[in-house]
T-cell receptor, first 114, second 114 residues
Framework: DAMVIQNPRYQVTQFGKPVTLSCSQTLNHNVMYWYQQKSSQAPKLLFHYYDKDFNNEADTPDNFQSRRPNTSFCFLDIRSPGLGDAAMYLC?????????????FGDGTRLSIL | KNQVEQSPQSLIILEGKNCTLQCNYTVSPFSNLRWYKQDTGRGPVSLTIMTFSENTKSNGRYTATLDADTKQSSLHITASQLSDSASYICVVTNKGATGNQFYFGTGTSLTVIP
């Protein structure tokens, strides 16, 4: 049974048109992460939530925002997608921020920009 | 500079054969090293997590080793199966002042052929 669920699996949007990707989890984990993974590259952490505490990576563009309305859901908003934002977006969770906590990944949303 | 390098970049082996993937890192301070398997179009799945004091850990046919002195890790796959075809990603965790930092390698793409 999927524990970290990302919807949709594939998303197509137009250049400059806002888009929202969603992630839900049934693990009741405190931490939720968003990663961007471009073709043949390693995932790049964009930001994470520890409970309601938002933590942005220093090099995450302002174009990327996130919301976590409750424990189970987290959203990635791209305000004005550019061609360079086409990528796989991965959501992950961990029980807490202990450094040895495993991360559980969803299967990602592949975003295409027209 | 904190980096994780994996080799080889890609590998093709015959079904039933063994193989070893390498991960070298310069991340400091070191908290743990993780190996993930990522099937095409799916999210990464955790195989092992090793802390400083652990030098080997197994998960079925997967055995990871860690030499914290030389900052090297390997992932050994025994009796490979077609379903082992995937990208294998090495991730090193650094517990910094502002939280965990995850340093991803770019992965080794393994193809198992009949």
């Amino acid at each position: 049974d999927a524990m970290v669920i990302q919807n949709p699996r594939y998303q197509v949007t137009q250049f400059g048109k806002p888009v929202t990707l969603s992630c839900s989890q049934t693990l009741n984990h405190n931490v939720m992460y968003w990663y961007q993974q471009k073709s043949s590259q390693a995932p790049k952490l964009l930001f994470h939530y520890y409970d309601k505490d938002f933590n942005n990576e220093a090099d995450t563009p302002d174009n990327f925002q996130s919301r976590r309305p409750n424990t189970s859901f987290c959203f990635l908003d791209i305000r004005s997608p550019g061609l360079g934002d086409a990528a796989m977006y991965l959501c992950a969770t961990s029980r807490d921020r202990g450094e040895n906590q495993p991360q559980h990944f969803g299967d990602g949303t592949r975003l295409s920009i027209l | 500079k904190n980096q994780v390098e994996q080799s080889p970049q890609s590998l093709i082996i015959l079904e039933g054969k063994n193989c070893t993937l390498q991960c070298n890192y310069t991340v400091s301070p070191f908290s743990n090293l993780r190996w993930y398997k990522q099937d095409t179009g799916r999210g990464p799945v955790s195989l092992t997590i090793m802390t400083f004091s652990e030098n080997t850990k197994s998960n079925g046919r997967y055995t990871a080793t860690l030499d914290a002195d030389t900052k090297q890790s390997s992932l050994h796959i025994t009796a490979s199966q077609l379903s082992d075809s995937a990208s294998y990603i090495c991730v090193v965790t650094n517990k910094g002042a502002t939280g965990n930092q995850f340093y991803f390698g770019t992965g080794t793409s393994l193809t198992v052929i009949p």
